[in-house]
């Protein structure tokens, strides 16, 4: 693949690293409509083009595509479209599914046996939330072939309903983790529960370079509630410490002012004063704020997750926590101080309040309650 540079003539006030990297999600978007008929590659088109010509943002269109291919070659497998391969579908072949084809596939995806390179069956099961997000991804499939007369019926109205599955509980860290996961970074070594925590020997080998940095990342999630593509994208332009304010972009292009808090712009001052590398750090990574201090580069996604792990898991014990549970930590302080959920949503950039009304933790204290009240002596 050609490298990408961002022309001098952008007018958008967008970083070169945000634009660079949908132009990056943009060609394997243009890849997966190779794999498929010229009908998929016109709704592909509808999902997504660019940024001006979009239903969905770019990440979405991808998911959407994947599993709309996977369907397809699902049916040409199982014979209920004849054909080499998908690309060979036709609008003949799709006015032919009905929904006992379509209701057939989604069951399948339940659980089903895969044989291994050992010859051993292996039992694979997918979530209901799993099975919900293909179904939705089929339904909008046939939905826009039925409103533009590619198909004469809409057979996926006829699916059998599924009872829309209940999010997970939210996983957060309570204040004592968080004052110990912070300390954890900083020191290598902290108390929680009784028990002492402490980094790996090898882990401490490299402490004495990242610290400052681990504290920045984690303060970040923490105060602000970042979500970690935000993160991964922040620049040392985007910090104005004079003015107490950090630029973040937020889904749908929305460029959004966080103000600082005294623990984030401390963190970030004293990981640029002293860890930062000051030369030497890969061209179009010069202006990343989190480096990787072996590569030279920009930090990350999965370094950033791993680095969130390291602290996380080790003061809650819990293998799920990621960022992501850092932000809902984050929600959570912020809902039980303010009181206010719709404007912890504005702050969280949430659609909806009621993604927010999550985060609030009336149930775990009703049942708290109800377990210490209830006596049968």
């Not at 990440?59 to 291919?69: F, G, H, Q, S, V």
């Not at 929904?99 to 046996?113: E, P, R, T, V």
């Not at 104005?240 to 460029?255: L, S």
């Amino acid at each position: 693949m050609s490298k990408i540079v961002v022309s001098d003539k952008v007018r958008s006030d967008i970083p070169s690293n945000i634009l660079i990297e949908r132009e990056i999600l943009r060609e394997k978007l243009e890849a997966l409509k190779l794999l498929t008929p010229p009908i998929v590659v016109r709704y592909i088109n509808f999902l997504y083009i660019n940024e001006t010509a979009r239903s969905v943002n770019i990440n979405t269109a991808l998911k959407y595509t994947r599993e709309i291919i996977k369907f397809l070659e699902w049916l040409v497998k199982e014979r209920i479209v004849i054909g080499p391969d998908i690309q060979s579908i036709n609008k003949k072949d799709l006015n032919n599914i009905e929904s006992n084809d379509i209701q057939q596939y989604l069951d399948s995806c339940g659980s089903y046996i895969e044989i291994n390179s050992k010859g051993e069956k292996v039992l694979y099961s997918n979530s209901l939330r799993t099975i919900f997000f293909k179904g939705s991804c089929i339904r909008g499939f046939f939905t826009w072939l039925y409103k533009n007369n590619y198909i004469e019926r809409n057979e996926t109205e006829k699916l059998r309903k599924v009872i829309t599955p209940d999010l997970p509980p939210v996983i957060a860290l309570n204040d004592d983790e968080v004052k110990a996961m912070l300390e954890l970074a900083e020191c290598g070594k902290t108390i929680i529960y009784n028990n002492v925590i402490e980094l790996s020997r090898k882990e401490m080998e490299t402490h004495s370079k990242t610290k400052n940095r681990d504290i920045a990342i984690i303060s970040m999630f923490v105060y602000h509630g970042l979500r970690i593509h935000e993160l991964y994208h922040l620049n040392t332009s985007s910090l104005y410490f004079d003015r107490d304010y950090f630029e973040i972009y937020r889904k749908r292009n929305k460029k959004r002012n966080m103000y600082f808090t005294k623990h984030t712009k401390k963190a970030l001052q004293d990981y640029i004063e002293l860890e930062r590398p000051k030369k030497s750090i890969a061209l179009e990574d010069a202006d990343a704020l989190f480096i990787s201090t072996r590569e030279n580069r920009r930090l990350s996604i999965r370094q950033i997750r791993r680095i969130v792990k390291k602290y996380a898991v080790k003061v809650s014990g819990n293998p799920k926590l990621s960022p992501h549970k850092l932000r809902a930590t984050f929600a959570t302080k912020a809902i039980e101080i303010t009181g206010n959920i719709y404007k912890v949503q504005k702050n969280l950039d949430h659609s909806s309040p009621n993604t927010t009304q999550r985060y609030l933790k009336e149930d775990e204290r009703f049942k708290k309650e109800i377990a210490a009240a209830i006596n049968y002596d």
